[in-house]
């Protein structure tokens, strides 16, 4: 069974566990509708430090009271400690007011995650459409080997505004949760696990990912898309979870599948955030094993719940977390890109 090895997708240390939508979506009727004229062109620009609260609330739908403070807090943590990510938040503007907003997320593993853009009212479709053209450009020269982003299936002017951005839908996603109850799990499984240390074990799991993506269910679309290094390393080094839990599944001296469960930072949950078993080794009811331990450790962390996030496509996982008692949290469209002159794989 595979979880969905991709991305920071739905969640991470934001001040919600949501992707945002964008404002243009509660605002206008059409993908690009017209809200004022245009009076001289919209330039793209890095936001000042000044203007950083105030960009990023446009994108959060302005936040007020305790929320805003979370957001100021996480800004200035994230100017402390990775200063780098803000040099993709992107504004324009031709007053001191900002007029369009949007973040390029720069992740570990070379992956880019687009934020949703937000416009004024005052914004036409003309400077939208010049916004966003600007913002493809600068993902274009992108570092990175993919840019994503997440939305829900009925926002349909985000959905044009990554379109227009060279994104494709590649899946549907679904987050779900198992929540601590007094009804603990069935543990009496007889596994052997390898803690993984990233120095020591990273070739092993690397051998392990690629022998289970040969007939993964979870974004096909994406398969071949990425190297499985750059993969591992957006989900073990990423700012929101600490990857406390990352087990190797080994039987008679043989890798035959794994367990990444990682600890949220801020949260009292953890994240599954892969798991699979080698081919040769399914149809054993390993893959309930595994997710049983993995609710053991959350009781005994005194966490609260599990989240993960499951590919529609694949069904074999999604009645594996249904029987283990996970449920449904909410769905969202991935769209990507790949950034190369190759496009994405069928």
Known sequence: MNNVLFADTLTDSRPSHHHQESQTDSKFKQPFAEHGQSSGELTLRIARPSERLAAISHLFKNPVGVARRRMLNWIISLAKNHPKLLSGLLVAGRTS???????????????????????????????????????????????????????????????????????????????????????????????????????????????????????????????????????????????????????????????????????????????????????EARGRRLGSAMIHHAQKICIESNAKRIILTCDGCNLPAWNLYRTCGFEPDGTWKLFAKELTNEPLNR
């Open 97 to 279: 007011e900002i007029e369009a907003a949007i973040w390029l997320y720069q992740l570990p593993g070379r992956q880019l995650n687009v934020w949703l853009p937000c416009f004024s009212r005052s914004i036409g479709e003309t400077d939208q459409l010049n916004f966003l053209q600007q913002v493809s450009d600068r993902i274009a020269k992108s570092p990175s080997d993919l840019a994503w982003s997440t939305v829900k299936p009925d926002a349909a002017a985000s959905i044009s505004q990554l379109q227009f951005l060279g994104l494709k839908e590649v899946a549907e996603l679904t987050r779900m949760f198992w929540q601590v109850s007094e009804t603990k799990p069935v543990t009496n499984h007889n596994l052997s696990f390898v803690n993984y240390e990233h120095a020591k074990h990273q070739r092993r799991l690397v051998d392990i990912l690629n022998r289970c993506e040969k007939d993964s269910l979870d974004c096909r679309k994406l398969h071949g898309t990425r190297k499985t290094e750059d993969m591992l390393e957006g989900h073990c080094f990423r700012e929101s979870l600490t990857p406390s839990n990352w087990l190797i599944l080994n039987e008679g001296g043989k890798d035959i599948g794994c367990l990444l469960l990682s600890r949220h930072n801020t949260q009292p949950e953890f994240e599954v955030v892969y798991l699979s078993i080698v081919p």
